[in-house]
C-alpha cells in the first residue's frame, strides 16, 4: 500500500516534476480524463493530419493533445521511424487545432498515435472531436477524413491533485497532496500529468497504488 500523501505509478515519470505540476483524473471509477489511441494511414495517402475540434462541445473544459507519427520505410529489413512528434499543446473550446502534416509518402506502413487529456475541472460534456485526415496529392491541398471519434465526452468533471514535492524523473512514488480527495483511488487507470512550466514535459501515467489523506 503506497504511503500517506502518495501515489504509486507504473514506469516512473520521464521528468522532473515541480509542486506547480498538476494531475488530473476522472471521478469515475471507469470513465479516464486521458484517451490514447493509434489510427492506421492506408497506403495510398501521401501525408496525413490529425483535426482537434473543440468546437463540437463550445462550453467544454480545456485539453491537452498530442499527435505522433509511427512508420515502417522498409521492408526488406524493417526499417521503424518512431521520433516524429508535435509537441503537447493545449486547447481550450470552442477553439479548433490540428496537428502537423506528417510525411507518409514513402512509408509502407503509417500509424498516427493521438492522445488527448483533460486539464481542467469543467466538464466536457459532449466531448472533443478528433477527426484524422489524409492526402492523395502533393499539389493539391485537400484533404480526405480516413475516421473520426468523439473523445472525453463526460458529464463528470475532471479532479485535479498537486504534486506535494517536487520528483525527479524516473520516480514512480510521487507525493501529491490528498491523493484519496482527488479520486486517485481509481486505480489502474491513466492519469494527466500538467507540467505548467514546460508544457512539452506533460505525460500520462498509469495508477497502481493510492495512499491515505494526511
Given at each position: 500500500m503506497a504511503?500517506?500523501?502518495t501515489?504509486l505509478?507504473?514506469?516512473?515519470?520521464?521528468?522532473?516534476?515541480?509542486?506547480?505540476?498538476?494531475?488530473?483524473?476522472?471521478?469515475?471509477?471507469?470513465?479516464?480524463s486521458v484517451?490514447?489511441?493509434q489510427?492506421?494511414?492506408?497506403?495510398?495517402?501521401?501525408?496525413?493530419?490529425v483535426?482537434?475540434?473543440?468546437?463540437?462541445?463550445?462550453?467544454?473544459g480545456?485539453?491537452h493533445?498530442?499527435?505522433?507519427?509511427?512508420?515502417?520505410?522498409?521492408?526488406t529489413?524493417?526499417?521503424?521511424?518512431?521520433?516524429?512528434e508535435?509537441?503537447?499543446?493545449?486547447?481550450?473550446?470552442p477553439?479548433?487545432?490540428?496537428?502537423?502534416?506528417?510525411?507518409?509518402?514513402?512509408?509502407?506502413?503509417?500509424?498516427?498515435?493521438?492522445?488527448?487529456?483533460?486539464?481542467s475541472?469543467?466538464?466536457?460534456?459532449?466531448?472533443?472531436?478528433?477527426?484524422?485526415q489524409?492526402?492523395?496529392?502533393?499539389?493539391?491541398?485537400?484533404?480526405?477524413?480516413?475516421?473520426?471519434?468523439?473523445?472525453l465526452?463526460?458529464?463528470?468533471v475532471a479532479?485535479?491533485?498537486?504534486?506535494a514535492?517536487?520528483e525527479?524523473a524516473a520516480?514512480?512514488?510521487?507525493?501529491?497532496?490528498?491523493p484519496t480527495?482527488?479520486?486517485?483511488?481509481?486505480?489502474?487507470?491513466?492519469?494527466f500529468?500538467?507540467?505548467?512550466?514546460?508544457?512539452n514535459?506533460?505525460?500520462i501515467?498509469?495508477?497502481?497504488?493510492?495512499?491515505a489523506?494526511?
Amino acid at each position: 500500500m503506497a504511503a500517506v500523501d502518495t501515489i504509486l505509478i507504473l514506469d516512473g515519470i520521464m521528468h522532473q516534476k515541480e509542486t506547480t505540476s498538476d494531475i488530473y483524473t476522472q471521478d469515475h471509477a471507469t470513465n479516464s480524463s486521458v484517451y490514447s489511441n493509434q489510427f492506421h494511414i492506408p497506403l495510398v495517402y501521401k501525408a496525413a493530419r490529425v483535426i482537434y475540434n473543440g468546437a463540437y462541445d463550445p462550453d467544454g473544459g480545456r485539453v491537452h493533445y498530442r499527435t505522433k507519427l509511427l512508420r515502417t520505410t522498409s521492408i526488406t529489413t524493417p526499417t521503424k521511424t518512431a521520433n516524429q512528434e508535435d509537441a503537447w499543446l493545449a486547447l481550450t473550446p470552442p477553439a479548433v487545432a490540428e496537428s502537423s502534416a506528417f510525411d507518409t509518402s514513402a512509408s509502407w506502413d503509417s500509424i498516427i498515435a493521438v492522445d488527448v487529456c483533460q486539464s481542467s475541472v469543467t466538464a466536457n460534456t459532449t466531448g472533443i472531436e478528433v477527426i484524422v485526415q489524409g492526402r492523395k496529392e502533393d499539389s493539391v491541398d485537400e484533404w480526405v477524413t480516413i475516421t473520426k471519434v468523439n473523445v472525453l465526452a463526460y458529464a463528470a468533471v475532471a479532479v485535479k491533485s498537486d504534486f506535494a514535492a517536487q520528483e525527479a524523473a524516473a520516480q514512480t512514488t510521487l507525493s501529491v497532496t490528498d491523493p484519496t480527495t482527488g479520486k486517485l483511488t481509481h486505480l489502474g487507470k491513466f492519469v494527466f500529468l500538467e507540467d505548467t512550466v514546460t508544457i512539452n514535459n506533460s505525460e500520462i501515467a498509469f495508477v497502481v497504488e493510492c495512499g491515505a489523506d494526511a
